[in-house]
């Protein structure tokens, strides 16, 4: 292990890299008696590799029932060094990366990175352009905006819609979204659906983005909230950025570190960065699995950022799918079964459910008229055949 550990020190690392192993060590330090009983099965000959080893050691092999309670936030600041230099060496390595070893990149980590998930929150995001925010119902704007929340029912949206990022803490933003969605929509449609964005495109939505909060008492526009909208109109052109990406993504980038409002050097140092690379400026391919690749290569960009084997199994579309809920049985008790869950109608199911009744042939013209009034009464619990029957009972 010892050989190990010290084996960069036989690497030729840039000054980055240097300052990122000298930190490792210090941490790996303190836990070195826990990490010598790990049997080393490889040695890279690479910093890259090298880290990721040393994380399976540390994540993997130690044996926690022996780990001292002074050394496990050790342990977990190296753990995070080693994830921020994985994805800072990765990020680096994509600025010489040209399309065919991006895609194969992309779809070796395919499964550690929840990419055939990633790609149904995408595709059915596709489906909501045509649409503008105000138009769609709560639960589909929360999913282009990327809040995952429980009305968020697997049997439809079978996907997490924060993965590439999560705007939960961004309340400036959600108060926005609830309330004048049409000040977004104003903003994003500085951005062209399709064909090139310019920097005098991407400046105008930064304009009405930032007026759109002048609206609200003390928020403030924020940055990355901003990259969501961008990233879901045009993940084409544009990736998310969050709190937790940006240290290693200007490391890897070799930038200096964006603040929360820097919406200039988000498009001048990140977007037209991201532009300049190979895998970018590569010709449209014909087959059609790689051109659903190529379609969102930047927003892909997000797969450079590390993430543990686990990470697919977080999915907040797994938790609420597996989720066990109370079932009555068949001798009147409640149980509780996996894989069901809570029926919460949203507003969507609701108008669906009461327009499916109202297709029905030869039905009475009061009941057309009552339709606000039975999905007002469906959206509360009621089934819509029970609304229906109740306004027949009155008005009939």
Same mark, same amino acid.
């Given at each position: 292990m010892i050989k190990f550990i010290t084996s960069p020190q036989e690497m030729r690392l840039s000054d980055v890299e240097t300052a990122q192993y000298d930190q490792i060590v210090d941490y790996v330090t303190e836990i070195s008696l826990n990490l010598m009983a790990v049997k080393v099965t490889n040695r890279p000959e690479d910093f890259l590799g090298w880290c990721n080893e040393l994380y399976n050691y540390v994540r993997y092999g130690i044996n926690m029932d022996l780990l001292d309670a002074k050394h496990e936030k050790p342990l977990q600041k190296l753990l995070q060094l080693l994830e921020a230099s994985i994805t800072c060496r990765q990020v680096k390595t994509s600025r010489i990366t040209p399309w065919p070893f991006l895609k194969n990149f992309i779809l070796d980590q395919a499964e550690r990175q929840a990419l055939p998930e990633r790609l149904r929150l995408l595709n059915y995001i596709s489906t909501l352009r045509l649409s503008t925010l105000a138009d769609m119902s709560d639960v589909e704007r929360l999913a282009f905006a990327g809040k995952h929340l429980s009305a968020h029912e697997p049997a439809k949206f079978d996907f997490d819609v924060e993965l590439f990022g999560s705007t939960r803490g961004a309340k400036g933003f959600h108060e926005l979204l609830q309330h004048t969605p049409s000040l977004l929509d104003d903003a994003l449609s500085a951005i062209p659906a399709e064909g090139d964005v310019s920097e005098a495109d991407y400046k105008e939505f930064v304009k009405r983005y930032i007026a759109a909060f002048s609206t609200l008492d003390k928020a403030k526009a924020g940055l990355f909230a901003a990259t969501r909208l961008l990233a879901m109109r045009r993940p084409d052109v544009f990736m998310v950025l969050t709190a937790t990406k940006v240290d290693a993504l200007c490391q890897g980038l070799g930038l200096v570190k964006l603040k929360a409002t820097d919406f200039s050097r988000y498009w001048v140092d990140v977007i037209e960065g991201l532009h300049r690379q190979p895998w970018f400026k590569s010709a449209q391919p014909e087959d059609a699995t790689e051109l659903e690749l190529w379609n969102n290569r930047v927003v892909l960009f997000d797969l450079f950022f590390f993430v543990d084997k686990d990470f697919a199994n977080k999915s907040n579309y797994l938790k609420l799918k597996n989720k066990p809920v109370a079932v009555r049985s068949?001798? %009147? %008790?409640?149980?509780? @079964?996996? %894989?069901?869950?809570?029926?919460?109608?949203?507003? !969507?199911?609701?108008? !669906? @459910?009461?327009?499916?009744?109202?297709? !029905?042939a030869d039905l009475p013209s009061y009941l057309q008229s009552k339709r606000d009034s039975m999905i007002v009464e469906v959206e509360k619990g009621k089934s819509a055949t029970e609304v229906m029957q109740l306004i027949r009972a009155i008005f009939g």
């Open positions: 068949s001798t %009147g %008790g409640r149980t509780r @079964a996996t %894989g069901a869950v809570r029926q919460k109608r949203t507003k !969507e199911s609701a108008t !669906e @459910a009461v327009d499916r009744l109202l297709a !029905e």
